[in-house]
């Protein structure tokens, strides 16, 4: 069935528990046969529409050696999928990646206290106000089989989509924090979605 996956947006969902909302509604879409269909930049919510419209603006500001929207799919588990915001490949293989969320004035101004922090310190942060963002980072990891990747937060200045068309984004716009990989974490990623591997294998029997 083509909806039998778990994509890097449904991180949260998964390891939330079978006692929430959103974990029965991840489990009815696994099983619906229906994929689900966004398109970021059309969306009433200021938020979001500008996400997708500065991502595109972060993406001119990369060299080449980066490709949007790149799909990775777990060697260990085809059940889990990623799509990396930002993927560095070479010879057809990701080296690295890079996530990219977009916040607004005042969380921008308490995460740049980080900027210059060390591992320790930066990673405990993110690990209590960002945990979805960490989460996801290590789904994408567990996925992708990589070590470390960058976890970035780029600053929205306004929800004026004229405005975000034209924005030219430099590094002081932005912060970038290396986050490696967490093997406990990748294990409980690895024990939700065993059952749903499971499922998926007995499914596409038939």
Partial sequence: MRS?????????????????ESHRKL??????????HYNAKRSPINALRAGAILEDRFFLALSDEYLPQYKVVSKEMDVCRATLDFAKVEHNKVVDFIELKTVFAND??????????????YL????????????QVQYQLFCSELDAATLCYLEVQTYDDEENIKRNITPDEYIEFRIPRNEEFINSIRGRCTILQQIKNYYVKY
């Fill in 4 to 20: 039998m996956y778990i994509g890097s947006g449904d991180v949260v969902a998964l390891m939330s528990g079978i006692t929430t």
């Fill in 27 to 36: 489990l009815r879409r696994f099983v619906s046969d229906e994929i689900p």
């Fill in 108 to 121: 921008y101004l308490d995460i740049n206290m980080y900027r210059e922090s060390p591992e320790e310190e």
């Fill in 124 to 135: 405990e942060f993110i690990r209590k106000h960002y945990k979805h963002n960490y989460e």
